[in-house]
């Protein structure tokens, strides 16, 4: 990036969206680091927001996309949780980049969902994501974190960690608490859903002699 950004807290999707797309437009590559910068290092919501959307798009549907972006939210979450005031990432993580042609058909797909969103969230309850509840929704986030990558094996089976742990962020982002208890009832039926559905596969697998088998790791190349 030839210049800093202000770092400014973004109050909705659609600013989060709109963020994303104007880095896409700046080079041929947008870095984690660049996308850190530009929300500024304490925008906690922002930052988990955008990662568990990417993963609903096509670009995770990349082998080994899910556990990467569910690795990333998951730090940042554990910052959250001992109520650190600065995402801190490793500058390995930083220099991951995406194709900002792929990040920008990404972001297009992702508009009509964004503006739907903030159309049916607002300031209610605002003291559900503060304090202590912030706590709670990092646990929820982590835990739901440690479901996708067992959940990968299974087609699609991860985005509905992700889609629970992209409710937690937006409840973060436009400060609504209706919107958080939500998206914590949404965490709690994704993880008993995840967990049965892994489960019945399993067994099934078993059952024809096949069992199934997490992928090999590999090395994951958004560029």
Known sequence: MSDKRSGHEPESVEDVIGELDELASHSEKVRIGDVLDDFGGRSFGPFILIFALIEI????????????????????AVQMLFGKDHIWMPQFI???????????????????????????????LG?????????????????????????????????????????IALALIVRDGLVMLAALLLAAAALVAGTYFYNSSDEEGEAGGMALRQPPAIELRLT
């Open 57 to 76: 798009t096509p670009i995770g549907a990349i082998p080994g996309a899910p556990t990467v972006l569910a690795s990333i939210i998951a730090l940042v």
């Open 94 to 124: 930083q220099d991951r980049a995406v194709g900002s042609k792929k990040l920008h058909k990404a972001v297009t797909k992702l508009r009509g969902v964004a503006h739907w969103l903030d159309h049916h969230s607002r300031d209610r």
């Open 127 to 167: 003291f559900f994501t503060e304090g202590k509840w912030l706590r709670f929704a990092a646990i929820a986030i982590l835990m739901l974190c440690a479901t996708v990558p067992p959940l990968e094996v299974l087609p699609f089976a991860s985005s509905a960690p992700m889609l629970a742990i992209a409710a």
